[in-house]
């Protein structure tokens, strides 16, 4: 009864699978084997190859050389950025925005500059030889378990012996009411070095005469210093000279930072201040109590800078201006201070005072 159950079933079944399609075979998107079996040629060795690599005679074509950048340059729509690559932000939104912009020494920020890839001679100086001798000189050694002795508090408090004392706010130091930066220990983080240096000249020609004398000691100083100068007109009035308030502009100032600070340093203790007749150096009172110390030179010391003696035709002698120089360090004492340009070459005479 089953085997006629199944002669029946393949009797019906084989004429339907004979019998032609009648939909194109082109139309078909399903791939059966039945179909590639019919659109291969009659030959199934045809698709070999007929010689080997070793009988080969003809030398095979050059491989072009895979250029991507000329590839994404023909490409008329740009790939999207990665959703994993770090974008800088284009603007700085505050330091409580979630997304803030990378330290300009980052490669990813846009203010990225790479370098420095030579160091001028005054820094490779410090960082060689003068930083290790400072911290060897200014070192602290504090054994293990040392515990240091607990200070006065720096503002006093009154004592309430009058009853104006109340709600007042605390005093001053003894000896004075202005507050010194406190010195911490000098550590391999924190030993003194350059921060920056300010060149001021005040010209009171400018308002005496004429602006000439403003336009050449810019120049001057602008030609010492490597940077572009800022000009200044009188807070307060002199009767003397005739300078009102506001009125005229009679003092410059450039501020130097980085390789132009410290090629301006070299050139001053290296080329200028060897060539002064009769000089002691700079006195030991010149500082601000934190670190800052200043002095002057006069027309004929700015005249000894090598961008002044090349071009000395090109400046009117009289016109050449005086300048003061600040020099800002990062130490918090005078001490400290005239330790760092000591060793870097800066003479000092007369009382020390810190």
């Known amino acids: 009864m089953a085997a006629t159950e199944s002669s029946r079933y393949l009797a019906r079944s084989l004429p339907r699978a004979i019998a032609p399609s009648a939909r194109a075979q082109g139309l078909c998107w399903r791939r059966h084997a039945s179909d590639q079996a019919s659109t291969k040629p009659s030959s199934a060795l045809s698709g070999l190859e007929t010689e080997g690599s070793l009988n080969r005679t003809a030398a ?18 740009q790939l999207p950025r990665s959703r ?16 803030q912009p990378p330290h300009p020494s980052d490669p990813s920020s846009r203010l990225f500059v790479p370098g420095p890839f030579s160091l001028p001679r005054v820094e490779q100086t410090y960082e060689s030889t003068i930083a290790s001798d400072i911290l060897t000189l200014c070192y602290v050694h504090n054994p293990p378990g040392f515990k240091p002795p607990v200070k006065a508090p720096r503002l006093r408090s009154w004592d309430d012996s009058s009853p ?92 130097l930072r980085g390789e132009n600070m410290e090629h301006f340093f070299g050139k001053l203790i290296d080329v200028v201040m060897p060539r002064i007749k009769d000089w002691p150096g700079v006195k030991g009172t010149s500082g601000d109590s934190s670190g800052n110390i200043t002095f002057g030179l006069g027309p004929e010391h700015v005249a000894l800078f090598p961008e002044i003696e090349v071009n000395y035709d090109m400046y009117p002698p009289k016109m050449i ?34």
């Open 84 to 99: 994993y690559q770090f974008r800088s932000p284009k603007y700085d939104r505050g330091p409580l925005h979630p997304h």
């Open 60 to 77: 095979p074509e050059a491989a072009k050389s895979f250029d991507p950048a000329a590839r994404s340059r023909l490409r008329k729509i």
């Open 321 to 354: 201006p005086g300048c003061h120089i600040t020099i800002h360090t990062t130490a918090t004492t005078d001490k400290d201070a005239r330790l760092l340009l000591s060793a870097m070459g800066i003479p000092f005479y007369g009382k020390l005072v810190d």
């Open 164 to 255: 104006y004392h109340k709600n007042r706010s605390l005093r001053g130091p003894r000896g004075g009411d202005v507050l010194r930066l406190l010195r911490k220990p000098i550590t391999f983080n924190n030993i003194p070095r350059l921060e920056r240096i300010t060149i001021h000249s005040y010209v009171k020609n400018a308002a005496l005469e004429n602006s000439s004398w403003i336009h050449v000691a810019g120049m001057a100083v602008q030609a010492i210093s490597n940077v572009r100068v800022q000009t200044y007109k009188s807070k307060t009035s002199v009767a003397t000279w005739g300078i009102s308030p506001g009125r005229d502009t009679v003092a410059l100032k450039a501020e």
